[in-house]
């Protein structure tokens, strides 16, 4: 009963039965065996043996339509393996937490033996996907839509580089906190911050690069609306929602911008920032804090240097919201 759910689920899932090796597919698909195994493990899919018959038809007729696209210069050969590895990273991740999830609702259904519960996974799955899917494909053109709006006007120079402020925002004691309290609390503490931080990070026009458990890193492209962000994250009015105590870093510079994240020095002084703060405050680096400094809204006040990994004499200011 088991083998049969999971059979179920599988071809719902990758569209028909698994019936080509590894160079049935990639010759099926008019590609190198060779480059259809590069592309196979940039989608983050582990190595499968050379007569081994995993792949279908849907394979084949997605390495078909992508081999199209490269060809077509749309997207250059140079880039094919960090396109394609930024893809299946962010895919893998997002696959296994609905996966979990929707095993733990079933799980939480009295009475079901494990066969019930791999039967009870294949009619969710039949009933979910086509609209996860219509919803994942929505929500991913109207991203697209957005960051078009936002980057067309941008100089051929600046796409791979930008101008912006970085921003870390982490949880208070979240080390002590996690010997402390149960696995059903950490989960709830958890999406209570990401789904806050998400929130206040796009109200305030930022966005989320990623978050790194009790961590978010996000950017903002003017100093105001990134000053907004952290004033909303760091308010003491978020202990009334019970929402946990955050200390924020954020640092003004020119960034690279690589698939989705963002490197550079204004990254790494971020996040020392971050670990200078102190509990339910604000420091900025000395950029960001001249772009504020004709800002009514907000006060800035001097700190004595301080000595961190990698920079000796790390100078930072506070930033408060002034008081009406």
């Given at each position: 009963m088991i083998d049969q759910?999971?059979?179920q689920i599988e071809q719902a899932l990758l569209g028909g039965p698994r019936r080509y090796t590894k160079t049935e597919a990639a010759g099926a698909a008019g590609v190198s065996?060779?480059?259809?195994?590069?592309?196979?493990?940039?989608?983050?899919?582990?190595?499968?043996?050379?007569d081994a018959r995993v792949f279908t038809d849907g394979d084949i007729a997605a390495l078909r339509r992508?081999?199209?696209?490269?060809?077509?210069?749309?997207?250059?050969?140079?880039?094919?393996?960090?396109?394609?590895?930024?893809?299946?990273?962010?895919?893998?991740?997002?696959?296994?937490?609905?996966?979990?999830?929707?095993?733990?609702?079933?799980?939480?259904?009295?009475g079901l033996d494990q066969a019930a519960r791999a039967a009870g996974a294949a009619a969710v799955t039949a009933e979910m996907l086509p609209v996860v899917e219509s919803l994942m494909s929505y929500t991913?053109?109207?991203?697209?839509?957005?960051?078009?709006?936002?980057?067309?006007?941008?100089?051929?120079?600046?796409?791979?580089?930008?101008?912006?402020?970085?921003?870390?925002?982490?949880?208070?004691?979240?080390?002590?906190?996690?010997?402390?309290?149960?696995?059903?609390?950490?989960?709830?503490?958890l999406e209570s911050f990401e789904e806050d931080a998400a929130e206040t990070i796009a109200a305030g026009h930022g966005r989320v690069v990623k978050s790194l458990g009790?961590?978010?890193?996000?950017?903002?492209?003017?100093?105001?609306?990134?000053?907004?962000?952290?004033?909303?994250l760091s308010d003491?009015?978020?202990?009334?929602?019970?929402?946990?105590?955050l200390?924020?870093?954020?640092?003004?510079?020119?960034?690279?911008?690589?698939?989705?994240?963002?490197?550079?020095?204004?990254?790494?002084?971020?996040?020392?920032?971050?670990?200078?703060?102190?509990?339910g405050t604000v420091l900025v680096d000395r950029e960001l804090a001249r772009a504020l400094s004709g800002e009514d809204a907000y006060r800035l006040h001097p700190r004595r240097p301080a000595a961190v990994r990698g920079y000796a004499h790390l100078r930072s200011w506070s930033l408060r919201p002034r008081a009406g």
């Open positions: 759910a999971t059979e065996p060779d480059r259809s195994q590069r592309i196979w493990l940039a989608l983050g899919f582990a190595d499968v043996d050379d992508w081999n199209a696209l490269i060809a077509s210069g749309a997207i250059a050969a140079a880039d094919e393996l960090p396109h394609v590895r930024a893809i299946g990273q962010t895919m893998s991740r997002l696959a296994d937490w609905q996966v979990r999830e929707l095993m733990i609702r079933i799980a939480e259904v009295d991913w053109r109207r991203h697209l839509a957005a960051a078009v709006g936002r980057i067309l006007a941008t100089s051929a120079a600046e796409l791979s580089t930008a101008i912006a402020v970085i921003g870390f925002a982490d949880i208070v004691g979240y080390t002590s906190m996690v010997r402390q309290v149960g696995v059903d609390e950490l989960t709830a503490l009790d961590e978010v890193l996000f950017v903002a492209d003017s100093a105001q609306d990134a000053a907004e962000i952290a004033v909303r003491p009015a978020r202990a009334a929602r019970a929402l946990p105590r200390r924020v870093g954020m640092a003004l510079g020119r960034v690279l911008v690589r698939f989705g994240d963002v490197y550079g020095p204004a990254v790494n002084l971020a996040s020392r920032l971050t670990s200078l703060a102190r509990p």
